[in-house]
């Protein structure tokens, strides 16, 4: 059991930095500077459109299909890398 889990947080640790690396690219920062609970919009100053095009490279790297219901409830960094997780 504790292997499962192990293994589990690897892949969302791999998801993130995968993810941070995408969101600093996107917004031009240092992706030190990203934690999984820097607010979007807020702590990284994305605007709708650096959004949009970030959901839409995030489907295209993991090949999975985000819906505007899925959008919705998305705030943080770790927001995102969950909803990764769950469709992957």
Not at 60 to 69: A, C, L, Y
């Amino acid at each position: 059991m504790e292997e499962i889990e192990d293994k589990i947080k690897g892949e969302i640790k791999m998801i993130f930095e995968k993810l941070k690396g995408m969101i600093a690219d996107q917004l031009a920062l240092d992706a030190n500077d990203i934690k999984p609970e820097s607010n979007i919009i807020k702590d990284l100053h994305a605007d709708s459109l650096d959004l949009v095009e970030t959901l839409m490279n995030i489907e295209n790297e993991w090949g999975i299909t985000i819906n505007d219901d899925d959008v919705a409830d998305i705030e943080t960094v770790q927001d995102v890398v969950n909803l990764i997780e769950s469709k992957i």
